[in-house]
């Protein structure tokens, strides 16, 4: 997506721990929520407790490989995965602090290359 990403900070992504030392503008992406979770084989909770990075990176995937002429499905198993990601800040500014175990610790960096190896049944280095 082209153009400034740099605005005020929408309220659904602060408002629950802004207490003024928050900064009020920054780098947002529009459409987080988007996410086909039937497609990516996750539960509807699962998917919304799903870091945006996670849900952007398995989208993404799959889009770069149709878009290379490369069927997702069809990979060499021993393809490796390996993925580089920032701090996932979204668990913590807005989701439940009564999120399930399992849930906060899929939201994890650690598990992002994990994810797409897993989707696409790939079983070479995941990291």
């Avoid at 069927?71 to 800040?89: E, I, K, W």
Wanted: net charge negative; aromatic share 14%.
């Amino acid at each position: 997506e082209s153009g400034d990403q740099v605005g005020p900070a929408p309220a659904r992504r602060w408002g629950r721990y802004a207490d003024g030392r928050e900064p009020d503008v920054g780098g947002f992406l529009d459409g987080v929520e988007d996410f086909d979770a039937r497609f990516f084989d996750f539960f509807p909770k699962q998917a919304e407790a799903l870091d945006p990075q996670a849900r952007w990176l398995l989208r993404s995937t799959w889009e770069a490989l149709e878009s290379a002429g490369l069927p997702p499905r069809g990979l060499s198993p021993a393809t490796g995965v390996f993925v580089g990601a920032s701090y996932q800040h979204y668990k913590d500014y807005n989701l439940s602090p009564e999120l399930d175990a399992p849930a906060g610790l899929g939201n994890h960096n650690a598990f992002l290359a994990n994810r797409v190896s897993f989707f696409l049944d790939l079983h070479g280095p995941s990291m």
